[in-house]
């Protein structure tokens, strides 16, 4: 166990809908990450939030976007699904900005219908 | 953007070492060599990680080639837990979106 939790565990929907997904990252980390893994692309980094501020953006989408709450959990909204969104989405978090290791969490599993 | 190329996969005997390597011949000087696994149905972990001199922890041991441009992760006694896809990672100290993870090696670990 991580320590990092991501809520829902499944998530099922329609294509056109809006969707969010939750982390919580381990007690004391101040920076979370998300990645968005699907089966032809692998594991892809979408954007980083530092103690509440955007710290860096990856291969995210302008439908998606993500935010970091003074508690620090972190929610990434999802809209406008397509099918090619279907992927499992990952988030982890470190302790601060210069990362050395990041605790993933077990992920949250989106499929588009 | 400098990448890693690994094997796509791998086998090796219970209890038996095994070496995984990693190719990354456009590294920077100021890239940091990580090492995660992803097993089955889990998020990625951390495995090991190092800049220039070899490396060792209580998972794995970590060899750096003297020019930087290959690595090797060690697992000294694999066993059947470690069965997973290992992912070698290059991550620029000042510039997180060159955290690259690729298709990594895919190891099966034999009784």
């Known amino acids: 166990d991580s320590g990092v939790t991501q809520t829902p565990k499944h998530l099922i929907t329609a294509t056109g809908q809006r969707v969010t997904l939750r982390c919580s990252p381990r007690?004391?980390?101040?920076?979370v990450y998300w990645y968005q893994q699907s089966l032809d692309q692998g594991l892809q980094f979408l954007i980083q939030?530092?103690?509440?501020?955007?710290?860096a953006k990856g291969n995210i989408l302008e439908r998606f976007s993500a935010q970091q709450f003074p508690d620090l959990h972190s929610e990434l909204n999802l809209s406008s699904l397509e099918l090619g969104d279907s992927a499992l989405y990952f988030c982890?978090?470190?302790?601060?900005?210069?990362?050395?290791?990041?605790?993933f969490g077990p992920g949250t599993r989106l499929t588009v219908t | 953007d400098a990448k890693t190329t690994q094997p796509n996969s791998m086998e090796s005997n219970e209890e038996e070492p095994v070496h995984l390597p990693c190719n990354h011949s456009?590294?920077?000087?100021?890239?940091?060599i990580h090492w995660y696994r992803q097993l089955p149905s889990q998020g990625p972990e951390y495995v090991i990680h190092?800049?220039?001199s070899n490396v060792n922890n209580r998972m794995a041991s970590l060899a750096i080639a003297e020019d930087r441009k290959s690595s090797t992760l060690i697992l000294h006694r694999a066993t059947l837990r470690d069965a997973a896809v290992y992912y070698c990672?290059?991550?620029?100290?000042?510039?997180?979106?060159?955290?690259?993870f690729g298709s990594g090696t895919k190891l099966n670990v034999k009784p």
């Open positions: 982890a978090s470190s302790p601060d900005r210069a990362v050395y290791e990041q605790y």
């Open positions: 007690s004391g980390d101040l920076s």
């Open positions: 939030y530092y103690n509440g501020e955007e710290r």
């Open positions: 456009t590294i920077s000087g100021t890239d940091y």
């Open positions: 190092g800049l220039t």
């Open positions: 990672i290059l991550r620029d100290l000042y510039n997180f979106n060159k955290f690259y």
